[in-house]
């Protein structure tokens, strides 16, 4: 009886964990549309995060720290909230079972807000401040690449098991600043330290984007993989 007990609780885990799971709409892996659109109707519920696997919700996505120390600038971010992502839009994912990866495109703007603390310099310009700070990023466009292996689950069935990720980016249209109590306060010194900053948005975010975003994007793929690896090919995918 004790054995009966345990196998209904064992199987009733099992059945609430991946009924839990996203339903995806599955595709052969060639029909590029099929596949973004696949992808795009995932994002909500990945974003909103998959607790039963331990995954986390990102969008809010709450980050405890990142440095910067790059190019004689010095900057803390602490209490990071990132805000945007469940809007991401999907523009191609392709899966190259050959050369084992995973390409996706996508876009999307995201807010971010938090504590900071700067020194050194900025470009040109000297910068010291101590206080919060928003930032702005419109139409990110991110490339992700994605090796994978594939591997067999606890049934014997092929899953997909990514291995590593790289990225590029490129903010589009538009980034905005803001910084409270910059040079101590000095309104004067903080005015011209932004309008520096937001007309010179692209060197910006092309000279220190990558730090910024380093760990919302390991985030991102922990959340991918995890979902991949606990999902069998054959319930994704038409073989």
């Keep these: 009886m004790k054995r009966k007990v345990c196998a209904f609780f064992a199987f009733s885990s099992v059945v609430s964990i991946f009924g839990a799971l996203p339903d995806v709409q599955k595709c052969n892996l060639t029909d590029a549309v099929c596949l973004k659109t696949s992808a795009q109707s995932m994002v909500p519920q990945l974003t909103d995060g ?5 995954s986390k919700v990102l969008d809010p996505l709450y980050v405890e720290a990142i440095k910067v120390d ?10 990071a909230q990132i805000t945007g992502m469940k809007d991401t839009i999907i523009d191609k994912l392709s899966v190259d079972l050959a050369k084992k990866q995973i ?35 419109k139409n990110l466009r991110i490339q ?17 098991d990514l291995s590593s990720y790289r990225y590029s980016y490129d903010v589009k249209d538009n980034a905005h600043f803001h910084m ?33 975003l380093e760990i919302p994007m390991e985030m991102v793929y922990n959340t991918v993989k995890t979902y991949l690896k606990s999902q069998p090919l054959e319930d994704i995918a038409n073989l």
Excluded: R
């Design 103 to 137: 390409q996706v495109i996508c876009h999307v703007s995201v807010y971010l807000k938090g504590k900071y603390k700067a020194s050194g310099k900025l470009l040109i310009l000297p910068i010291t401040g101590d206080g919060d700070t928003t930032i702005k990023l």
């Design 180 to 212: 409270t109590n910059l040079f101590n306060g000095n309104k004067q010194l903080g005015d011209v330290m932004l309008t520096f900053m937001n007309q010179n948005w692209k060197a910006l975010t092309q000279e220190f984007g990558k730090p910024l």
């Design 50 to 54: 998959l607790p039963d696997l331990g």
């Design 144 to 160: 992700m690449m994605y090796p994978f292996n594939l591997v067999k689950n606890s049934e014997g069935k092929d899953v997909i």
């Design 70 to 79: 790059l190019a004689g600038l010095k900057l803390a971010l602490t209490d």
